[in-house]
């Protein structure tokens, strides 16, 4: 089955880093979503885009459409420990199924 | 309450015994989906149903089936579970609406011994 490539697999940081992430497909997509997922429990949507191009912001976590329509970014600036979990990013076309990134596992030390 | 809700949270079962997995919800969505987590494989689709009289297989439904008993609930059977059904079980739910994306359940944890 399809899913999205994503990386890294995993981060291994120290508190007060930023972080970057990245998803791309080989085929475009109408919308991308960022989930989180704390150890434990299932994913929460953290950010959702609709437009090529489109930068939005939620607290400290910032994510980007990317203008191929193929790709999408996440950043956290100044990292938590409370941000440790897997990030996924899912990509959709009109009302179709997610199609979901194999996930980054993100770790931060004190 | 929460708007998904799956039970139980926890499970173990012998190989060769039936199982189901529940998952109820609140939000009047009419789609519904079940997923499989395995350490460093993200989740994959199980089945997926669109409205009450709507079932799909996903991408890995051999070995489960699927009961879609009314608009807030969705149930998955393992009919001889087997030990590689280990794993974390996931389900969520949308509406067509593609602003909200999914909305997943806390998961149920399943070991087949």
């Known amino acids: 089955g399809q899913q999205l490539n994503q990386s890294p697999q995993s981060m291994f940081i120290q508190e007060g880093e930023d972080v970057s992430m990245n998803c791309t497909s080989s085929s475009i997509f109408n919308t991308w979503l960022w989930y989180k997922q704390d150890p434990g429990e299932g994913p929460v949507l953290l950010i959702a885009?609709?437009?090529?191009?489109e930068l939005t912001s939620n607290g400290r976590l910032t994510a980007q459409f990317g203008i191929t329509r193929k790709d999408s970014f996440l950043n956290i600036s100044a990292s938590i420990p409370s941000d440790v979990g897997i990030y996924f990013c899912a990509g959709q076309r009109n009302t179709d199924k997610l199609i979901f990134g194999t996930g980054t596992r993100l770790q931060v030390f004190p | 309450d929460a708007d998904v809700t799956q039970t139980p949270r926890n499970r173990i079962t012998k190989t060769g015994k039936r199982i189901m997995l529940e998952c109820s919800q609140t939000?009047?969505?009419?789609?519904m989906y079940w997923y499989r987590q395995d350490p460093g494989l993200g989740l994959r689709l199980i089945y997926y149903s669109f409205d009450v009289k709507d079932i799909n297989k996903g991408e890995i439904s051999d070995g489960y089936s699927v009961s879609r008993q009314a608009q807030a609930k969705f149930s998955l059977s393992l009919e001889s579970a087997i030990p590689n059904q280990t794993a974390l079980y996931f389900c969520a739910t949308s509406d067509e609406d593609r602003v909200y994306g999914y909305t997943f359940g806390s998961g149920t944890r399943l070991t087949v011994v």
């Open positions: 939000k009047g969505h009419d789609r």
């Open positions: 885009l609709y437009k090529a191009g």
